[in-house]
């Protein structure tokens, strides 16, 4: 079972930057997906960046050219470094783990882009 914590949400002011982290334990195959979503109230959860285990990254069209997706594979996480923020990427963002069969989600993290 893949459990995943994020961290490093928080408040920010537009044009600011935040880096969220997940830390991820658990049986994890060599064939899987690992991404950030992001939800606001009253909408749908929404791809933000996802990531492979061969390396191959997508980025939703709103986010590209200031988000960044990463992992470290000696600790197991992956990253979504976030900068030049603007007030409609305020949502809770989930980090998610994929792989044939199987599907898990983190807790999710606030980020409040707001002067």
């Known amino acids: 079972q893949v459990q995943l914590v994020e961290s490093g949400g928080g408040l920010v002011q537009p044009g600011g930057s935040l880096k969220l982290s997940c830390a991820v334990s658990?049986?994890?195959?060599?064939?899987?997906?690992m991404g950030w979503y992001r939800q606001v109230p009253g909408k749908q959860r929404e791809l933000v960046a996802e990531?492979?285990?061969?390396?191959?990254?997508k980025y939703a069209d709103s986010v590209k050219g200031r988000f960044t997706i990463s992992r470290d594979n000696a600790k197991i996480a992956v990253y979504l470094q976030m900068n030049s923020l603007k007030p409609e990427d305020t949502a809770v963002y989930y980090c998610?783990?994929?792989?044939?069969?199987?599907?898990?989600w983190g807790q999710g993290t606030q980020v409040t882009v707001s002067s």
């Open positions: 658990g049986i994890i195959s060599s064939v899987y997906t």
């Open positions: 998610n783990y994929q792989q044939p069969g199987y599907n898990s």
């Open positions: 990531i492979t285990g061969s390396g191959s990254i």
